[in-house]
């Protein structure tokens, strides 16, 4: 049944009601003939049959389309979250990565400048050679350990030797034992740079530096440590 003919019959059928209460109630010629409740019935199933049909299913596929446009709408905000976190952590990962290398070449630099410092500190001593003296100024004595050192790592290296010995290649620890500039403990170490290590400060300077680049690396690394511990 259409709209059309399902208003048509409602209002029919109010119509015969209302036609046949009229003549009752002229015929009654009492209140029971009022048309009144005959409307107002008519007008209801008239408001009824005014529903289109295939109202409800409109309204249900719209439905169905909004909770699958929102389901999208969050899944895309879902997905878009994701990603965005991936990314953040991916970039967390790559600059942990290029840091670690980083601290890793850093690192190598100051082991190969280490290693060079070492070698042309060798090189340096091998090459030293100073005519034996009887006695030597502390000004002769800077002189020998500045050539011998290098001036990269003098300046620690004259740090030590100056707590150490004031620059006193004769300085001798009654205690200890300790003897020379660097204060060898036993003395006799020294010998391994040369015969002449009591009267020879270029022999004791040689000794020292070796020493030093041997257990700290350098003379740098040496006086690092002794000043944490006030030896070394």
Same mark, same amino acid.
């Given at each position: 049944?259409?709209?059309?003919?399902?208003?048509?019959?409602?209002? *029919?059928?109010?119509?015969?009601?209302?036609?046949?209460?009229?003549?009752?109630?002229?015929?009654?010629?009492?209140?029971?003939?009022?048309?009144?409740?005959?409307?107002?019935?008519?007008?209801?199933?008239?408001?009824?049959?005014?529903?289109?049909?295939?109202?409800? *299913?409109?309204?249900?596929?719209?439905?169905?389309?909004?909770? *699958?446009?929102?389901?999208?709408? @969050?899944?895309?905000?879902?997905?878009?979250?994701?990603?965005?976190?991936?990314?953040?952590?991916?970039?967390?990962?790559?600059?942990?990565?290029?840091?670690?290398? @980083?601290?890793?070449?850093?690192?190598?630099?100051?082991?190969?400048?280490?290693?060079?410092?070492?070698?042309?500190?060798?090189?340096?001593?091998?090459?030293?050679?100073?005519?034996?003296?009887?006695?030597?100024?502390?000004?002769?004595?800077?002189?020998?350990?500045?050539?011998?050192?290098?001036?990269?790592?003098?300046?620690?290296?004259?740090?030590?030797?100056?707590?150490?010995?004031?620059?006193?290649?004769?300085?001798?620890?009654?205690?200890?034992?300790?003897?020379?500039?660097?204060?060898?403990?036993?003395?006799?170490?020294?010998?391994?740079?040369?015969?002449?290590?009591?009267?020879?400060?270029?022999?004791?300077?040689?000794?020292?530096?070796?020493?030093?680049?041997?257990?700290?690396?350098?003379?740098?690394?040496?006086?690092?440590?002794?000043?944490?511990?006030?030896?070394?």
């Amino acid at each position: 049944m259409t709209r059309i003919s399902v208003r048509g019959f409602a209002v *029919a059928s109010a119509t015969a009601v209302t036609t046949v209460g009229a003549v009752v109630g002229v015929a009654s010629g009492n209140e029971q003939g009022s048309t009144e409740p005959v409307e107002a019935t008519a007008a209801d199933a008239t408001l009824l049959a005014d529903i289109p049909v295939g109202q409800q *299913a409109q309204v249900q596929t719209a439905s169905l389309t909004q909770q *699958a446009d929102n389901a999208a709408v @969050a899944a895309d905000a879902e997905a878009r979250q994701a990603a965005a976190e991936a990314a953040r952590k991916q970039a967390a990962a790559d600059a942990k990565a290029k840091r670690e290398a @980083a601290e890793k070449a850093a690192k190598e630099a100051e082991e190969r400048e280490k290693r060079a410092q070492q070698q042309a500190a060798s090189r340096s001593a091998e090459r030293a050679d100073f005519p034996a003296q009887s006695s030597y100024s502390v000004a002769e004595v800077k002189a020998m350990a500045q050539q011998i050192v290098g001036g990269g790592q003098f300046q620690c290296f004259s740090n030590i030797v100056e707590r150490e010995s004031s620059w006193n290649y004769r300085a001798e620890n009654p205690s200890s034992g300790a003897y020379g500039l660097v204060q060898a403990l036993p003395a006799s170490k020294m010998s391994s740079a040369g015969a002449d290590w009591r009267t020879n400060p270029a022999t004791q300077i040689k000794w020292g530096l070796n020493y030093m680049n041997d257990r700290y690396g350098s003379p740098c690394g040496a006086w690092e440590f002794w000043q944490a511990n006030h030896w070394y």
